[in-house]
C-alpha cells in the first residue's frame, strides 16, 4: 500500500480512494502541502535575488521560485492526495504538463482576483493581499478538482 491507501503500481483515483471520511485528511495535506510549496517558491526567490540585485535577478527569482514550488507541490500532489504512479518518465512527463496546465488556469484566478481587489479598493495594499488569498484558495480549491477529474484520473476501465 502506498501513503493514500492504493494499492502500490496503481494510479490513484481521489474520488474512489477518499470517501467522505477521508475528506478532511486530504484538505489538511492539501493545505499544508500549497504552503510548503508557495514557502520553498519565497526561499528561492530570495535566494536568487540575492545572487542578482537587478530586473534580470528579479525575473529570475520568480521564474527559479514558481520551478520549484511547481515541482514541489507536484511531487507532494501526486504521492500523498492522489496516490499516483506514472507506469514510464514519459507517462510522468506527460501528467506534469497537464498539472503545469491546470496550475495556469488557476494561477490566472489568482492573479485576476488580487488586481481586482487592488483596483476595487485604490491599491490598498492589504486589501491586495486579501484579495491574493482569496484568489489562491478559490485557485486551489478549483486546481485540486480539475487535477483530480483530468491530471490524476483513473485509468480507462479501471
Known amino acids: 500500500m502506498n501513503p493514500t491507501g492504493t494499492r502500490s503500481g496503481t494510479q490513484g483515483d481521489s474520488r474512489r480512494h477518499n470517501p467522505a471520511g ?25 535566494i536568487v535575488i540575492r545572487l542578482r540585485t ?3 535577478g528579479l525575473v529570475a527569482s520568480v521564474l527559479a521560485g ?6 514541489t507541490k507536484y511531487l507532494l500532489d501526486k504521492t500523498y492526495i492522489f496516490g499516483f504512479r506514472p507506469r514510464s518518465r514519459a507517462h510522468d512527463g506527460a501528467t506534469f504538463l497537464l498539472y503545469t496546465g ?23 495594499k492589504t486589501m491586495r493581499y486579501l484579495g491574493a488569498a482569496v484568489g489562491l484558495a ?3 480549491a478549483i486546481k485540486y478538482r ?13
Not at 514558481?66 to 515541482?71: D, K, R
Not at 491546470?102 to 490598498?124: K, P
Open 146 to 158: 480539475l487535477d483530480r477529474r483530468f491530471v490524476f484520473r483513473a485509468p480507462e476501465g479501471g
Open 66 to 71: 514558481t520551478a520549484v514550488g511547481l515541482v
Open 22 to 46: 477521508n475528506r478532511w485528511r486530504i484538505l489538511v495535506l492539501y493545505t499544508a502541502f500549497a504552503a510548503i510549496a508557495t514557502l520553498a517558491n519565497i526561499v528561492t526567490q530570495d
Open 138 to 140: 478559490i485557485g486551489y
Open 54 to 56: 537587478d530586473t534580470v
Open 102 to 124: 491546470t496550475g495556469v488556469v488557476t494561477t490566472l484566478i489568482f492573479w485576476g482576483t488580487e488586481a481586482a481587489f487592488h483596483m476595487l479598493w485604490d491599491g490598498d
